[in-house]
């Protein structure tokens, strides 16, 4: 029995039901994607421009970071890509990983709080966001949606919701806009994810490096879990829909599945494995520092006061 999905009427913001054509030429322009798009982009550049007077490095490779989750971003869902996940579940479940292990990262990873603040007209910036931001209410709301915990269950939930619940995934690929939505979602569990283990200066990540390796463990565990369950369902989860459209590849509705289910599980798991391994080399790296500087205001104190 599908269970009721939120409703989203169709409009044409966003492409509704299978694309038409070939899929090679199933490029898209929807305006709900590439508008919001182009200002995050149009802002990042502007702030840069004006940020003079730097108080902290920014380096090229944060703003090619920024700029290349954000093509990634687009290419996911406005690319033949969304044709062929429209057509075979293994698609569908690179597009997500896309946006959700790749794309994400990499804009946090270019580190955009001040680029885009200081992008936006200055009456908005001193007006609006700074007395927002040093309201009680924003404060509170901003360390709840940071909490590793939260971040965990509602990334967790929202992989589980899409991909699980019966009628979910079937409704968003027949409506265009819910499908929007779920993408949508998607970015926000990303964000939600990767902001305790990514430090987005000015702003820090709340654990320590000790407690994020145990963060991604706890993160990547229940997405294991959800992998392993579409990948070795013993009938097609999603027949409803890839049951009714033609296929591109030729390979059954099983073996798609469990491609689709490995996708999800090996891929997001290395990416894992990766961000592991950088927070252990940061974090030996940030105590060999400490470790430099503590000897050397020691030896300092032990010297004396240079002679005259």
């Given at each position: 029995?599908?269970?009721p999905v939120?409703?989203?009427e169709a409009?044409?913001?966003?492409h509704n039901g299978p694309h038409t054509g070939p899929w090679q030429d199933a490029w898209s322009m929807d305006i709900g994607v590439m508008v919001p798009a182009a200002i995050a982009a149009l802002l990042y550049a502007r702030g840069l421009d004006r940020w003079v007077d730097r108080t902290r490095p920014h380096s090229v490779w944060r703003t090619l970071s920024y700029f290349a989750g954000l093509v990634l971003l687009v290419l996911s869902t406005q690319s033949p890509l969304d044709a062929l996940a429209e057509r075979h579940f293994l698609f569908h479940m690179v597009q997500h990983e896309v946006i959700m292990m790749v794309a994400v990262p990499l804009i946090l990873l270019g580190a955009p709080t001040t680029p885009i603040l200081l992008g936006l007209p200055s009456v908005v910036r001193k007006r609006v966001v700074a007395p927002l931001a040093g309201t009680t209410v924003v404060r509170a709301l901003y360390r709840f949606l940071t909490n590793p915990v939260f971040a965990i269950v509602a990334s967790t939930s929202i992989i589980i919701a899409w991909h699980l619940v019966p009628g979910w995934y079937v409704e968003a690929l027949r409506n265009g806009n819910l499908h929007a939505f779920e993408h949508f979602t998607f970015v926000v569990s990303g964000v939600l994810a990767w902001w305790p283990v990514i430090d987005p200066r000015p702003l820090h990540a709340r654990l320590s490096y000790p407690f994020r390796l145990a963060y991604l463990l706890a993160l990547s565990t229940p997405r294991m879990f959800v992998a392993a369950f579409v990948a070795f369902a013993e009938e097609p989860i999603y027949i409803d829909w890839y049951g009714t459209v033609e296929p591109v590849l030729n390979i059954s509705l099983?073996?798609?599945q469990v491609l689709g289910g490995l996708i999800m599980w090996l891929p997001s798991q290395?990416?894992?494995l990766i961000a592991m391994a950088v927070v252990f080399f940061t974090w030996h790296a940030a105590s060999e520092s400490e470790s430099r500087a503590t000897a050397a205001a020691t030896g300092e104190r032990l010297a004396?006061?240079?002679p005259r």
């Open positions: 029995m599908a269970l939120p409703f989203v409009t044409t913001v966003y099983a073996d798609d290395l990416l894992y004396g006061p240079n």
